[in-house]
Nanobody, 115 residues
Framework: QVQLVESGGGLAQPGGSLRLSCESS????????MGWYRQAPGKQREWVATITSGGSPNYRDFVKGRFTISTDNAKNTVFLQMNSLKPDDAAVYYCNAYYRGIAIWGQGTQVTVSS
């Protein structure tokens, strides 16, 4: 069974930084791409960033220049470095990958942005 486990969430002040991690139970080169999504209270889950197995990143406009997605294949982990955090970035952040046509989701990690 493929599992994704997120960590690194917490409380940050506006303008601050957090680094999220998502560790896979299998080698991440098995995925064509991995992504991060987020869901704020009362809102739909939305895509934030994706990185392909070849290392090409893509970002939603609202995080471009502030967030960076990366991988460490040796650790089977994908990261989301979040800088210049805004209150609107507060949400539960989820890691995602597709494996053999099935969407795999982590349990989520809470990010709170508040002074």
């Amino acid at each position: 069974q493929v599992q994704l486990v997120e960590s690194g969430g917490g409380l940050a002040q506006p303008g601050g930084s957090l680094r999220l991690s998502c560790e896979s139970s299998i080698n991440i080169v098995s995925f064509n791409a991995m992504g991060w999504y987020r869901q704020a209270p009362g809102k739909q889950r939305e895509w934030v960033a994706t990185i392909t197995s070849g290392g090409s990143p893509n970002y939603r406009d609202f995080v471009k220049g502030r967030f960076t997605i990366s991988t460490d294949n040796a650790k089977n982990t994908v990261f989301l470095q979040m800088n210049s955090l805004k209150p609107d970035d507060a949400a539960v952040y989820y890691c995602n990958a597709y494996y053999r046509g099935i969407a795999i989701w982590g349990q989520g990690t809470q990010v709170t942005v508040s002074s």
